[in-house]
Nanobody, 116 residues
Framework: VQLQASGGGLVQPGGSLRVSCAASGIIFSIYNMAWYRQTPGKQRELVATISSDGVTNYADSVKGRFTISRDNGKNMVYLQMNSLKPEDTAVYYC???????????WGQGTQVTVSS
């Protein structure tokens, strides 16, 4: 199983960025997908989830600014981030969890830095 995150980078406050995650080795369409983020010295934080049925949920801190989506045909999950703030700076990780909850996979992370 491989979850390959990409698309991170440096962006100015107020800017936008889209991070992507390519999944392989799983039946992608039946997995719930999520994005987490982590900064040094802090616990990994849930940012957004999208179920196998396409139902989405967001952390309060990103509601209205971030959008999670998935393309089952391409085995991809995306996180569109708008109106970025310096506090969004983190390593963003892709996660895949089976609907039964017994299989849980992580990608390697992609760095997002919001700074002027």
């Amino acid at each position: 199983v491989q979850l390959q995150a990409s698309g991170g980078g440096l962006v100015q406050p107020g800017g936008s960025l889209r991070v992507s995650c390519a999944a392989s080795g799983i039946i992608f369409s039946i997995y719930n997908m999520a994005w987490y983020r982590q900064t040094p010295g802090k616990q990994r934080e849930l940012v957004a989830t999208i179920s196998s049925d396409g139902v989405t949920n967001y952390a309060d801190s990103v509601k209205g600014r971030f959008t999670i989506s998935r393309d089952n045909g391409k085995n991809m999950v995306y996180l569109q981030m708008n109106s970025l703030k310096p506090e969004d700076t983190a390593v963003y990780y892709c996660n895949a969890k089976s609907r039964a909850g017994n299989r849980n996979y992580w990608g390697q992370g992609t760095q997002v830095t919001v700074s002027s």
